[in-house]
């Protein structure tokens, strides 16, 4: 009686060890798709923040066909996300470039558009 209550004390202490092996390897999976979906939702904001001074830098040209300049931003206010933008207006073509960072310093996007358009609006992009 004695020997069958040791055997199944051991046997529980190896079903405890293998439980928590796998639950930590599990828990491991976890934390790297974790870190993974965090660092791809970083990427996505910086790159419609990008997005967003590429249409900033067009709603200028909008207003004034001749502007080309170079601003920053903070979107949305009090965020700590900036966008950078640059316009090169040549008279023939314009090139917009927008860089964003985000306030966590983790990612950053930059995207560049160029269009090219006659001296009359509506421009052909």
């Known amino acids: ?13 190896a079903i405890s060890l293998g439980m ?3 639950i930590m390897g599990l828990w491991e999976v976890l934390r790297v798709d974790w870190q993974i979906i965090g660092s791809q ?16 830098g067009f709603e200028l040209l909008t207003e004034d066909s001749t502007w080309s300049g170079t601003f920053q931003e903070e979107f949305p206010a009090s965020s700590g996300n900036h966008y950078y933008v640059d316009v090169v207006n040549d008279g023939v073509s314009v090139t917009i470039r927008s860089h964003a960072t985000l306030a966590s310093g983790y990612d950053s996007e930059t995207i560049e558009v160029q269009a090219v358009f006659e001296k009359s609006w509506p421009w052909e992009i």
Do not use: D, N, P, Q
């Not at 009686?1 to 202490?13: D, H, K, Q, Y």
């Not at 990008?50 to 900033?56: D, F, L, N, S, V």
């Open 20 to 22: 928590t092996v796998l």
């Open 41 to 56: 939702k970083e990427r996505w904001i910086a790159r419609y923040l990008a997005e967003a001074g590429i249409e900033r």
């Open 1 to 13: 009686m004695r020997s069958e209550r040791g055997s199944a004390f051991i046997l529980m202490l």
